[in-house]
C-alpha cells in the first residue's frame, strides 16, 4: 500500500488551520517553503520522511495521524478521535440524525469516493 498524498495532504491543512496557522508560518516553522507547503497540501508534491517529522513537530501531532488514511491498522483510534471532535459541537437535532446518516453510510461512501477519484483525475 502506499502513501495516499491526497489524504496526507488535507490533513496537515486540516490540522494548519487548527491551530490558525497560515501557510506561511508552517513553512517558516518547518524550515520549508511556502510554496512546497502548498504544494504538499495539494497533492502536487510528495513529502519526505524527514519533512514530514518536522511538519508534525510544528503542527504538535503524531506522524500517524497524518499518515492514518494510508495506514492498514492502527488508525482506528485516530479515525475515533476525530470523529469525536466533528460532533462535539453538533446540536440535539444533529444527533438525533447522525444514526440515519450512518445507515446510509455505504452509499453516502460511494458517492464520495466517486467524487475523489473524479478529482483525482483531473
Known sequence: MSVNYIDLGAR??????????SQAE???QA???TQHI???ENARSKIGLD???TI????????DELLCGSMKTGSRLVYSDEIADIIEDFSDTE?????ELLRYYN???KLLKQNLDEKGKE
Open 12 to 21: 496537515i491543512k486540516r490540522r494548519r488551520e487548527e491551530l490558525k496557522m
Open 26 to 28: 508552517l513553512a517558516s
Open 31 to 33: 524550515e520549508l517553503s
Open 38 to 40: 502548498s504544494n504538499v
Open 51 to 53: 519533512k514530514l517529522v
Open 56 to 63: 508534525s513537530n510544528v503542527l504538535d501531532c503524531s506522524v
Open 95 to 99: 444527533m438525533r440524525t447522525l444514526p
Open 107 to 109: 452509499y453516502i461512501y
